[in-house]
């Protein structure tokens, strides 16, 4: 799945006044490419995630999904698009905390309207990928942070999505765990041939960006490839 914006821009009105959290953003996304976004707080990294996401509206500019341009689609369209091709990874974790590990990772197949022995199954195989297969009743104020950081992964890959976006994966982590994490995350986009767009501080996620763009005040100010 390639992604493309152009001239991408979101304003928020806080009154009178207005902010300018992405500023004509134009960035290109390949198939299975690993694509780092960096730069500090308040820079526009989240902002930019949730409109290429599609959990957010430009106030201006475009954003294609293999040639589709998004921003003419209907809500149940975009929405479709999130639920079957995107999997998104948040800082916070966002799990359900009245659901075992195995429910949160069920949930997105559920909402998907798969058959209850499919998403059993499938949540089942995905912890186990995670190394949490012993923790699959265990609901989250049971779990580390590390390991519910584990349990967003599964979910985020519930509808084998082609397409993982993460907000600083690792900004909760201790420096094992997120090295851990890292690893777990980018093996599994290789192996499966997932494209994954990230927003971090952490020098060891760029270090496995195939891409790296540098944002401030809303503005790519760089775009860089590893070699």
């Not at 990294?45 to 599609?54: A, E, R, W």
């Not at 998403?119 to 779990?143: F, I, N, W």
């Not at 927003?199 to 496995?208: G, L, M, P, S």
Request: glycine letters at 6%; proline letters at 4%.
């Amino acid at each position: 799945m390639k992604i493309k914006t152009v001239d991408l821009t979101r304003i928020y009105k806080m009154g009178s006044s207005e902010i300018v959290a992405v500023n004509k953003v134009s960035i290109e996304v390949n198939e299975n490419q690993i694509v780092a976004i960096v730069g500090p707080t308040g820079s526009g990294k989240t902002t930019l995630l949730n409109l290429i996401g599609l959990n957010d509206y430009p106030t201006s500019g475009k954003i294609f999904i293999d040639s589709i341009d998004t921003t003419l689609l209907p809500a149940s369209e975009r929405r479709k698009i999130r639920l079957f091709h995107i999997g998104f990874i948040f800082q916070s974790f966002n799990l359900l905390p009245t659901l075992t590990a195995l429910e949160n990772v069920e949930l997105p197949m559920a909402l998907a309207g798969k058959p209850e022995e499919e998403q059993k199954k499938r949540a089942s195989e995905l912890l186990e990928t995670v190394g949490l297969s012993d923790r699959a009743y265990h609901r989250p104020k049971e779990l580390s942070t590390g390991e519910m950081q584990r349990v967003a992964i599964a979910r985020a890959l519930a509808n084998n999505p082609k397409v993982i976006i993460a907000d600083e994966p690792t900004g909760e982590l201790d420096s094992k765990t997120a090295k851990e994490i890292i690893s777990l995350l980018f093996n599994i986009s290789k192996n499966e041939r997932k494209t994954v767009i990230a927003a971090t501080h952490d020098e060891k996620i760029v270090n496995f960006a195939d891409v790296i763009y540098t944002i401030y005040d809303g503005k790519i100010k760089l775009k860089m490839k590893n070699l």
